[in-house]
């Protein structure tokens, strides 16, 4: 509550008009991106080709190895700085199957673990699937080509839920 319990008005001692209690309230020229070098966010999905659907739903079960891998990656903080991994599980084994660390987030990173994983495992065309969230990397144009290229089916969760890829 701002001055005066009204809701969306300044906090005492800031000077300002009140903020819109709705984005629907907000003159329209407000909600518009600044022009510059960088593209509508739909442009810029259009070019990551995020297009794949949810295989999975949820359902993190599978009855043989190279059935369903899970993708993901993570970042240690160190005294040099951070440092990405990036990991392809086995839902089946519960074995970590491919594997890769850099020091900067790049497509590169995970295509890397992709590759250890599918030269460890050797899964047969078509009868895989991948699934990752819909992180920048996991769902970039390369990352998905090669998905294609190696006939494993790409699976992406569901935006902004921390626990899609979480296996209960």
Known sequence: ??????????????????????????PARALRRPAGPQAPLADRRRRRGAASCDLVERRFVADRPNELWVCDLTYLKTREGFVYLAFVLDVCSRMIVGWQTATQ?????????????????????????????????????????????LG??????SVADAYDNART
């Open 105 to 149: 987030l790049k497509t590169e990173l995970v295509l890397d673990a992709l590759e250890m994983a599918v030269h460890l495992r050797r899964p047969a065309a078509g009868e895989l699937v991948a699934h990752t969230d819909r992180g920048g990397q996991d769902t970039s144009f390369r990352y998905t080509q090669r998905l294609a290229d």
């Open 152 to 157: 494993i089916a790409a699976s992406v969760g």
């Open 1 to 26: 509550m701002g001055r005066g319990g009204v809701e969306g008005a300044a906090p005492p001692g800031r000077r300002g008009a009140a903020l819109p209690r709705r984005a629907a309230d907000a």
